[in-house]
């Protein structure tokens, strides 16, 4: 099984400021990793997906970068909507697959 | 638009059974593979099981394999998740999520969830 670790556990970082979220995994996973929004009480929403193709709509401040088994989300310039979990996901050859275990954005 | 609505969830007593529908609209159901995914209160998302467009393959998480089937029906645009011998940490709201594309990748559309607790 592949297990996929993110950090940090949680980021506080202020409206306008650069976050980076970090997503590696245990084995190699090619590109297909994918990254998800989570606010609270919302089902997931689909941000990135194959390392680093953002998804329909997405905008342009959140990319996904890659380098072996190390996947990256960069959020550009944080905006208040923007606060919420974020999980990174693998879906490299048959599920089952895994999750990370989320990280927190919150309000510094 | 892609719809998908879970039905199905409540209370249950452990040991007991719980069978879980999804409908899905706007989008050629039969032509790609579906799955679950649960979230426990507070806790992270949880693979559970995925099905292929045409009914097979399947394949589920340690965590519920023996326990639970997935199923659909493509006549009737539906998914199911039949879940039995149910414990306390199977408690979760259980989405259904389709891929963005056919064949097995990353999921671009979530359903609204239903929560399963199992209690007495």
Same mark, same amino acid.
Do not use: M
């Given at each position: 099984?592949?297990?996929?670790?993110?950090? #940090?556990?949680? !980021?506080?970082?202020? +409206?306008?400021? %650069?976050? /980076?979220?970090?997503? @590696?995994?245990?084995?190699?996973? %090619?590109?297909? !990793?994918?990254?998800?929004?989570?606010? #609270? $009480?919302?089902? +997931? @929403?689909? !941000?990135?997906?194959?390392?680093?193709? %953002?998804? /329909?709509?997405? +905008?342009? @401040?959140?990319? $996904?970068?890659?380098? $072996? /088994?190390?996947?990256?989300?960069?959020?550009?310039? !944080?905006?208040?909507?923007?606060?919420?979990?974020?999980?990174?996901?693998?879906?490299?050859? %048959? #599920?089952?697959? /895994?999750?990370?275990q989320g990280t927190k954005v919150e309000i510094k | 638009e892609v719809h998908l609505v879970e039905s199905g969830g409540g209370l249950v007593e452990p040991g007991g059974f719980r069978r879980l529908s999804c409908s899905a609209s706007g989008f050629t159901f039969s032509t790609y593979a579906m799955h679950w995914v649960r979230q426990a209160p507070g806790k992270g998302l949880e693979y559970v099981s995925g099905i292929g467009d045409k009914g097979v393959p399947t394949y589920y998480a340690d965590s519920v394999k023996g326990r639970f089937i997935i199923s659909r029906d493509n006549s009737e645009n539906s998914l199911y998740l039949e879940m039995t011998s149910l414990r306390p940490d199977d408690t979760a709201v259980y989405y259904c999520v389709k891929e963005r594309v056919t064949d097995w990748y990353d999921f671009d559309c979530w359903g609204q969830g239903t929560l399963v607790t199992v209690s007495s």
């Open positions: 099984e592949v297990i996929l670790t993110q950090s #940090p556990a949680t !980021l506080s970082v202020s +409206p306008g400021e %650069r976050a /980076t979220l970090s997503c @590696r995994a245990s084995q190699s996973v %090619r590109n297909h !990793l994918a990254w998800y929004q989570q606010k #609270p $009480g919302q089902a +997931p @929403r689909l !941000l990135i997906y194959e390392a680093s193709v %953002r998804a /329909t709509d997405i +905008p342009a @401040r959140f990319s $996904g970068s890659a380098s $072996g /088994t190390d996947f990256t989300l960069t959020i550009s310039s !944080l905006q208040s909507e923007d606060f919420a979990v974020y999980y990174c996901q693998h879906y490299n050859q %048959r #599920p089952p697959w /895994t999750f990370g | -």
